[in-house]
């Protein structure tokens, strides 16, 4: 197996040879073969690298013009126990045939969405808290503002976006990493701007374990790839 490679030098080194190398096969089908694949070639086992100053940054790729959206963070909403109540209230059987009910939707801050053919939910921004609202207004659970901008800072104090053309679908698709960016300054208030506009989501996943417990497979803050710039100060072309 290739030797990790631990310095961000190495990284910028290995991805200017790899776009010299042109279209690659996929490591994995499906929407996240882009980010498997070249966390591979890179011999990167966890999705950050330790960069200068020991400061972190984390690894993100995509395909170019991608229309699907790119997770920012994931964080379980407060208290502990909401995720429990709203899949027992809204919750509806997985199409999996297991007996288990799951809850996935996409939700913003301008207009309600629909569960089960009824009007569902939508993201609220107060002073100090972001909430997760139904149509009668009730708050179903929430984000502490101060909680979720400290996740976000230690997350991304610097973030290598990679972008790539690709062609080809399934496992058959290819990749050709041609475009990097350094991104830095992660922008908290930008970000509940691009909250409120409606540009960025949250995505609702939540599911049960076989003995029906709760589980949370990622309640995610979601952006489209083309606008995931806008939420740093500071924007670099590497490559």
Request: glycine residues 8%; contains cysteine.
């Amino acid at each position: 197996m290739e030797e990790a490679i631990i310095t961000y030098k190495e990284i910028i080194k290995k991805l200017k040879e790899l776009k010299e190398v042109g279209f690659i096969k996929t490591h994995r089908g499906g929407n996240t073969g882009v980010g498997k694949t070249l966390e591979d070639i890179l011999g990167i086992k966890e999705n950050n690298i330790p960069g200068p100053n020991a400061k972190m940054i984390e690894l993100k790729s995509t395909r170019k013009g991608a229309s699907s959206m790119v997770t920012l963070l994931t964080l379980a909403p407060l208290p502990r126990s909401s995720n429990s109540r709203i899949l027992k209230r809204y919750g509806y059987l997985s199409s999996r045939g297991n007996n288990r009910k799951v809850l996935h939707t996409t939700v913003n801050s301008l207009d309600f969405n629909t569960i089960k053919g009824e009007y569902g939910f939508k993201i609220e921004i107060q002073k100090n808290k972001v909430d997760l609202i139904n149509a009668q207004k009730e708050v179903l659970c929430y984000w502490d503002r101060d909680t979720l901008k400290d996740a976000f800072e230690r997350k991304f104090p610097r973030l290598l976006y990679v972008k790539a053309d690709s062609r080809g679908r399934g496992s058959e698709e290819e990749f050709w990493y041609k475009e990097a960016w350094l991104l830095s300054g992660f922008d908290f208030k930008n970000f509940i701007r691009l909250l409120k506009k409606g540009t960025i989501l949250v995505d609702i996943r939540i599911g049960q374990y076989r003995d029906g417990r709760t589980h949370d497979h990622g309640t995610g803050f979601r952006v489209f790839p083309d606008k995931l710039d806008l939420c740093f100060s500071d924007r670099k072309r590497i490559m």
